[in-house]
DNA sequence: CGCTCTATGTGCATCAATGCACATGCCGTC
DNA sequence: GACGGCATGTGCATTGATGCACATAGAGCG
């Protein structure tokens, strides 16, 4: 009946490497340290291979247990998102406002933002354009921008919103397989993921500035949450903006010592639009998203 | 020792849901009915809930039983990658491949099958360009296009990828709130998301073609991950991709029986493209990626 | 060095999962 | 209506997985 790996056993070994000893592994999965024992070699079978070694203190992966593990943890956390399955004013502000955003700051920070102060006036119309560029330097045809690195323009205010941080992310299955590079200049016998240079307004988003060697391949994208999903699939090693992958299982910090970028985040209106009560609505929204949500854009 | 469902129960499941019948199922899985009719049982007990009701054509899924499928789906994926990680090939493609697609597919099924690709051959580089649009008239510097919606040029060839739907959705926590519309008409007493209408190329996506009652207020985004985040978030009822939110707890279909759009996505490339290895490994990826997971794009 | 404790592995008994034979119900054809 | 075929469910026998008791090895302490 099976051709593919058994899931059970493969979580056992996830557990085995977490823990180190069989006999803690037989105490928390309430079993025997016995059946961990044979689970495991029925695995190693399965695999092919041995997927733990003896060490000093306790077992060890070896590569083979390594890319097991990182299936296992995939398996663990679908797991749990399927258990989990099963269980929220007054000055009405009315009207339509337009905002500019980067899709991935958009999506997780303005959108959020824009729905709260929304829900409390019903009768506020919003336009969200993503696109992540520089501040419009003429008239943009929006109420207000939110950018991304230096904000000089000399005809309109800009207001800080919150720092966010450029890091090196990988998948665990990626780095039990592959490997990670110990210094910045082993970077380039990986796969990169990053944004398509030829089309990036924002240079400081991209790899050239990043001043990393060239990587062994590419997978270039417009969009960071394409570049998400092509880390978490496995593509390589990525540019990505901290608070879209911090504390998710899918994504290991790479180099994190070694490289981070922190760049601003800015709004930007004219003085004519900040006149608009709305604008001064949406813009206390957007203080408000970030400083409750710090954590996540520091971690 | 099992706190969380059973993994080799969902991977039964999920073939129940491919295959529709017991027998077939045991046959397929070199194992007997009887088995397979009491691993669904335990899995239901498990779950709180019935997975499978009987129709004419054999078994269907409750929602419940959708939402175990897309986990087993995901377990599927994760234990195939294991094994063939422990058996490798080798008919190398190397080179750059640029293809443009819009950026909800983009992120779900196209960085997926490229990333696949990629990882079985890593020499071959990517570049994914994000915007939705119709397909270009003229050269477009991509190898491959995907696009929604029809697909009239004359001087390439489009290959036909998967139909989804367009329906209505909103949040749980909106419905409780507020409660949903019964009758389409009843759609306008409603906040809306959508795309930008005055932005947008493909318009059977938006609103106005919807024919749809003016909503009482609106919120419109470029990004379709910025809507989905918007309906999450309670903003009102939207129109959004069913492979974007199906069988996630965040959301509900709303008048599922009175409004749906079924739209096409075809692969386009030039006569020149399609001479191209690589362009046919990356056609053949996506073929796979989506009859692997036509599921989600059907749900 | 001897003793104790901890960790893992082996053999036999027990328990849970599966196979097999049969029963029941439904649908289609003659 | 009767018959045949197919799909699913029940009860008992068989098989495979697990528990229990014991053995062996290694590390640490006196």
């Known amino acids: 009946m099976r ?14 490497a977490r823990l180190g000893r069989f006999n803690a592994v037989a105490e928390t999965l309430g079993t025997t340290h016995t059946t961990i024992s044979r689970r495991i070699l029925a695995l190693d079978k399965q695999l092919g291979g041995r997927t733990l070694e003896r060490s000093p203190h306790g077992w060890e992966l070896t590569e083979l247990g390594a890319s097991a593990v990182a299936a296992a943890e995939a398996i663990e956390e679908t797991l749990g998102s399927l258990a989990g399955l099963i269980g929220e004013d007054q000055n009405a502000l009315s009207g339509l406002v337009r905002i500019s955003t980067s899709d991935g700051f958009g999506a997780e920070f303005v959108a959020p933002a824009l729905v709260r102060l929304q829900r409390r006036h019903p009768l506020l119309n919003v336009e969200m354009l993503s696109a992540t560029r520089k501040v419009s330097q ?15 323009v000399s005809s309109a205010q800009t207001i800080f919103l919150a720092n966010y941080f450029l890091r090196l992310y990988a998948s665990p299955g990626y780095a039990a397989e592959l490997g990670l590079p110990e210094t910045l200049d082993g970077v380039g016998q990986h796969g990169f993921v990053s944004y398509v240079e030829s089309a990036l307004q924002v240079e400081e988003l991209g790899h050239r500035s ?3 060697p060239m990587p062994k391949s590419s997978f270039q994208a417009t969009s960071i949450f394409a570049q998400v999903e092509a880390v978490r699939r496995g593509a390589g090693i990525g540019l990505l903006p901290n608070f879209m992958v911090a504390g998710k299982p899918d994504f290991v910090p790479v180099l994190a010592h070694d490289f981070q970028r922190q760049l601003p985040i800015w709004a930007v209106a004219r003085p004519e639009s900040l006149r608009s009560e709305r604008v001064q609505a949406v813009i206390a929204a957007l203080k408000e998203e970030v400083h409750q949500r710090q954590e996540l854009l520091a971690a």
């Open 3 to 16: 051709r593919l790996p058994n899931p059970d056993d493969l979580l056992i070994l996830l557990t085995v």
């Open 138 to 152: 003429n008239r943009s045809g929006v109420d207000l921008e939110v950018v991304v690195g230096r904000a000089d």
């Open 210 to 212: 990043s001043q990393l």
